[in-house]
């Protein structure tokens, strides 16, 4: 048997980490003069409390190659270690040099190529087959192959948190908050992100744009599960039940996951963004 870990950008709720026996390490989250671990000591309504009290966005940090080796002295045999993009974090390569260090444990790190619940797809996935009796080179590959099919898209409604993180200008975050602009945000498949489209006006109206992008490849998307990941915010739960109706009018999914972000990817895109996340079907043949 091997061990699944992932980091904390993974999104998955507390019961799923748990039910499938996932290992998480968490990065880090600099707010209100102090530092605070992903997922075990400050979340969400916490993160943006203190942004309100202090006036100041939060800060994160990558997992260093030292945090790393002592969680990897924690796990007995081998490590399957599937986490936030490389284009995205230094958290992958700090993985990748922490493994190096350890020439006779078996340690696998895979590059998920994107953020959040889509990376929770992949881990579901490898603790599915690890569950079927896989080896890990089976798991290893098939999760590997399965990389570039997963697809993530988000709204976001704050364009200050994506300014100060590097994403927009100062004078587009300006015009979008002004003219009440809502970006959607995309995972290339490069691992990069990029806009997919500006919408104008109302929530909904976003939210239906991320549906429209899936109307265009329905038949192409697997129907096992899809995730619906916010990071909170007031009235966030009629987007999350607009979008679970709609959701379950276009494909009988077997599981529609709604799941919190968590403080990593909030504290780049702040309150109100919400995102739909599903994997595309292996091409015949």
Same mark, same amino acid.
């Given at each position: ?23 998480? =390490? ?14 075990? *000591? =400050?979340?969400?309504?916490? #993160? ?10 939060? &800060?994160?940090?990558? =997992? ?5 080796? $002592? ?8 490590? #399957? ?40 797809? #992949? $881990?579901?996935?490898?603790?599915? /087959? ?11 590959? +098939? $999760? ?13 409604? &704050? #364009? ?29 498949? +490069?691992?990069?992100? +990029?806009?997919?489209?500006?919408? @104008? ?5 976003? /939210?239906?744009? !991320?549906?429209?992008? !899936?109307?265009? @490849? ?20 009629? *987007? ?17 996951? $709604? ?5 990593? =990817? ?20």
């Amino acid at each position: 048997m091997f061990n699944i870990l992932t980091d904390s950008c993974n999104d998955l709720s507390p019961s799923l980490i748990a039910e499938h026996g996932i290992h998480v =390490i968490p990065l880090s989250v600099f707010a209100g003069g102090k530092v605070y671990k992903d997922g075990v *000591d =400050i979340d969400n309504q916490l #993160l943006y409390r203190l942004v309100e009290t202090t006036g100041e966005l939060p &800060k994160t940090s990558a =997992i260093s190659a030292g945090e790393f080796e $002592v969680f990897f002295e924690k796990l007995a045999g081998p490590i #399957l270690y599937i986490g936030i993009g490389s284009s995205l974090s230094a958290t992958h390569n700090s993985a990748l040099m922490a493994a190096a260090n350890f020439p006779k444990r078996d340690i696998r790190v895979i590059d998920s190529l994107n953020l959040s619940s889509a990376i929770g797809h #992949l $881990v579901l996935r490898a603790a599915q /087959l690890r569950k079927e009796g896989k080896t890990l080179d089976e798991v290893e590959a +098939d $999760v590997r192959a399965m990389v570039p099919r997963v697809y993530a898209s988000f709204m976001v409604e &704050k #364009l200050d948190y994506l300014y100060l993180g590097g994403r927009c200008t100062a004078l587009q975050s300006f015009f979008g908050s002004m003219l009440k602009i809502r970006p959607i945000i995309y995972v290339k498949s +490069d691992g990069t992100m +990029d806009v997919l489209e500006n919408t @104008r006006g109302t929530r909904r109206r976003g /939210l239906n744009a !991320m549906l429209k992008r !899936m109307d265009d @490849r329905l038949a192409e998307i697997d129907p096992h599960r899809v995730f619906i990941t916010h990071s909170g915010g007031d009235g966030i739960e009629q *987007d999350v039940d607009y979008l679970r109706e709609e959701l379950r009018k276009r494909i009988s999914f077997d599981h529609i996951e $709604v799941t919190t972000a968590g403080c990593t =990817i909030s504290s780049h895109c702040g309150p109100l963004t919400i995102g739909i996340l599903y994997t595309f079907k292996p091409q015949a043949g």
